[in-house]
Structure formats: structure tokens, C-alpha cells
């Protein structure tokens, strides 16, 4: 079964101007993972360490800034990572 990702959400964290969150694609659920790195909790390490482990397998980074991200962003991004 194939996954969908979720684009609303690549397009939201490709917007993202926050440069205390960091934006990763999960590519087992097609959804997207949000890490605040000012947040010290258990759950937020636990978090980071699972995207952390599976970087570049099952998690892509999503780099933010990008205010004007439309479809055609991520259809672009997606491209890029070969997704």
C-alpha cells in the first residue's frame, strides 16, 4: 500500500519561519513531524531521537522560509527527494 503524504502539512512546514522548529516527513505515514528544539521535555527527546535514528530512511528534513510555498513548491521538494 502506498503512502499519502500529507501536502498541506509539506506546505505548511516548507513556510515555516520559526528557527526553533525543525520539519521532518515521515515517509511511513506521510505525515509530518515538528521538533521544537527550545522544548526539553521527555516526549520532544524521545521524538527527536526517533527522527534522529531514522534519518534519510524513513525521515526527510523539510527546510522552512520559504513564506510564498505553494503546491508547486512541493511538488518541487518532493521531486528533489525523489519522493
Known sequence: MAV???RGAIQA???MVNPAAS???DL???T???IDEEDSSAENAA???QVMDGYGD???YIPGGNTSANA???TEWLATEGL
Do not use: K, N
Open 4 to 6: 499519502t503524504f500529507d
Open 13 to 15: 512546514a516548507l513556510a
Open 23 to 25: 520539519s521532518y516527513l
Open 28 to 30: 511511513e505515514t506521510g
Open 32 to 34: 509530518v513531524v515538528t
Open 47 to 49: 521524538r527527536r531521537d
Open 58 to 60: 524513513r525521515f526527510r
Open 72 to 74: 508547486a513548491t512541493v
